[in-house]
C-alpha cells in the first residue's frame, strides 16, 4: 500500500512568522559549543529514541535510522525525501505542523502524542520530541506504553476537530491527573470559550470552517497533558487536562491567532481560559473523579452564549465531584434497576387510518406521573452515558415484545438509538449479542436513529445500519429537515423511513413557500425508496397539509398521547379523519 501525500494544508513547513528569527548559522560559523550540545542532542536521542530523523526546513526526511520497517514498513534508505507529515495519521495532520511550528520558534518540544500510520494493523501512537539548532532539525520517536497507546488509539473522535468525546476525556483526564499526582506534578483542568465563532464559521464557509476547528483542535491538543486529553464542550467552549505550568495566557493567544488568519474580515473571535480549582482532587480516587469532571462538562454546556462566565470556575472540583458521582450514580442507580417503563405513541398509515407501529418512549418511575423524560435523557446525552440508557431501553421493549402474541404483526414497536450511541463499541456490541439472543425481533423490532449530528463517522454509522437491516429490522433516520446537514446523511445513510421533524412541518404550514418543499421533501425520499412519517401532527389542519404533500405516516398527539396502555388506542383517537377501505 503506497501511503499518500498529507495534503498541503498540513504540510510542516512553517511560515516566516513562526521561523526563527535569525537565519540559521552557517556550518562553518557553529561554535564549538554548539556543535557539542547538538551531538549530545543526537547521543541521547539515540539512547532514548527507537526512530531518530533529521529533516530540512521544509519538514523532509534528509537522514533516518532505527527499526524504521516495524514502525512504517520502509527501510530507513527508503526514507530521504518523504515529509515528515506522510508517516502520520492523516487525521494528526494539524498536529504534526503546530508540533514542528513550535519546535521551530522555540528550539525544542518534548513528549507530543502522535500517531504513525501503518500499512497493516492500527495506527500507533509514538512519543516524539523534536530538537533544532543551527540549522538542523532532529525528531526522536519511541513507542508509548501498551496499555496508554491502546486507550487513546480506540476512543471515539470528532472528525472536523480531532478531539475525544466526553466520557472519554472524563475518564482519559482523569488517569493522567492520577498519573501525574503520583509523580509529584501538577495537573490543571481549563475551560476555553471562543466567542463569536459562530459567526466566524458562517462568514468561512463549510470547507474553510472545518479547517479552523481541526486546526483548533491540533492546537488544544499540543498543550494537553499526553497531546490527547482535550475535548469539545459544545459549540463554542472547549476543555482540556494540562500541565500546571502551561500558561492559559499563551493558549489564548494561539488560537486568536489561528482564529484571525482564517477569517477573511481579520476579526477572528475572542478567546477566554480559566482553570477549575484542583485542591483537593489527590484525595480523590481515579473513578470519582471522571464523574466530578463529565458532571463539570454537563453543566459548562447548560449555560449557552452570554449566560456562560468562566468566573463560575472558580468551584472546587471537591465539590464538584460530590455533585457528579450522586448524579452519574443515581442515574445508573436508575438504569440498571430498571426504574422506569414504556409509553408507546402510534405511527399511523395515512391512507388507511392503521396503525404501521409504535414508537417506544420512556417515562421515568421516580418522576411525576406524566413527567417528560427530557431531563434525564438530556443528562445522559452530556454526561456520555446514554449509550448504557439505549441498550437497557431495548432490553426493555424485548421484554414488552415477549409478552405480545409473536404471530401478530400489529404489535411492532420503534426504540430510538442516540448518534453518540453508534459510535460506542461497548453498545454495537452488547446490541448484537442482544438481537442475536432474540433473533424472533426481526420484523418486529425497529430502531429509530436521534440526535443523528452526534455521529461523528458516517461511513462506520452506515455500517452499523446495514448490520440492523441485513437482521431484519428497520431503521428510522429522525429529526430530518430541521437542517442542511439532513440531506448529506440521507445521501450517506441507507435507511428505511425518515421521520420529517415536527419543527420543519410547522414552519412549512407557515412559510408561503412550505408546501412545496415540504412535498419535493417527500418526493426525494420516495424516489430514493425511503418511506416518510410526519411527526408533532396535533391538528385535523395538520393531518391535511401533510397528506396533501404525500407523507406516507403521521404521528402526534392529535391521535394520542405517549401510553402504556394500548387499549388508549382503541378506537384511535380521531379515527374518523381517515377513509377506511
Sequence with gaps: MTVTAAPASVQPKPPSSLAPAAAPTPASAVSPAQKAERERYVALAFCWADLLFELDRNGALTFASGATEAFVGRKPKDLPGTPLADLFAPEDGPLVNHFLKTVYARGRHDNEILRLRRLHGPNLPVSVAGYHLDGKFFIAMRMRAASLASASDHVVRDQKTGLVNHEAFSEA??????????????????????????????????????????????ALKANSVDGDTATQID???FSLVHQATVDLASIEEQITLLAKRADPTGEGVTVEAASLDMAGADAINQEDLAKGLMYALSSFQKEAGAEFRLDKLSANIGTLVTKGVNEVNGFKRMVAEGKFYVALQPIIDIKTGDIHHYEALCRFEQGAPGESPYRYITFAEETGLIHDFDLAMAKKVIEWLSKMPRNNDKYRVAVNISGFSIGMPGYVEGLHKLLKANDWTKGKLMFEITESSRMSDLESANAFIQGLRKKGHHVCLDDFGAGAASFQYLSALEVDVVKIDGSAVKNAQKAPKGRAFLSALTELCSRLGVETIAEMVDSPESLAFVRD??????????????????????????????KKR
Design 173 to 218: 483526564a482523569s488517569q493522567r491527573i492520577k498519573q501525574m499526582q503520583e509523580l509529584g506534578q501538577k495537573a490543571e483542568v481549563s475551560v476555553v470559550a471562543l466567542a463569536g465563532l459562530a459567526d466566524l464559521k458562517t462568514r468561512l464557509g463549510a470547507g474553510a470552517a472545518d479547517q479552523l476547528m481541526s486546526s483548533v483542535g491540533a
Design 235 to 237: 459549540d463554542d467552549k
Design 549 to 578: 404533500c404525500r407523507c406516507d405516516y403521521v404521528q402526534g398527539f392529535l391521535f394520542g398521547k405517549p401510553s402504556a396502555n394500548l387499549a388508549d388506542f382503541t378506537p384511535l383517537p380521531h379515527g374518523n379523519l381517515f
